[in-house]
């Protein structure tokens, strides 16, 4: 039997590349068959100074994106040297704080 892809989706982005933030890749990115009305794409990830690691982040943790994109659904996600260019990001309904320096930095850049 094939399952209809979901409705919606929501748009995260993920300030931080550590050990929290892969756990919150890893979950969204979990196949949810019993979910149907909505998908997560993560749209952006950034570490605080170095878009090689994002672009790292990404690769280890979210080679294929997170369950809308592995649906079709959102184009793959993009690593970002800062975190205000995340934040200044013009497309998310979700911002994933996963850094205690990003908590503590002005991003109103």
């Not at 196949?31 to 950034?46: F, G, L, N, S």
Request: with cysteine.
């Amino acid at each position: 039997m094939s399952r209809s892809p979901p409705h919606a989706h929501t748009n995260a982005r993920i300030l931080g590349c550590g050990w929290i933030s892969s756990k919150f890749a890893l979950d969204l990115a979990l196949p949810r068959p019993e979910v149907r009305d909505v998908a997560h794409a993560v749209i952006a990830a950034a570490t605080q100074d170095s878009k090689a690691r994002a672009d790292e982040f990404i690769a280890k943790f979210l080679p294929q994106g997170a369950s809308a994109q592995i649906a079709g659904l959102a184009p793959l996600p993009v690593g970002y040297g800062s975190y205000a260019e995340v934040i200044n990001h013009p497309v998310s309904e979700v911002l994933g704080t996963c850094s205690l320096e990003a908590a503590a930095q002005d991003c109103s850049a």
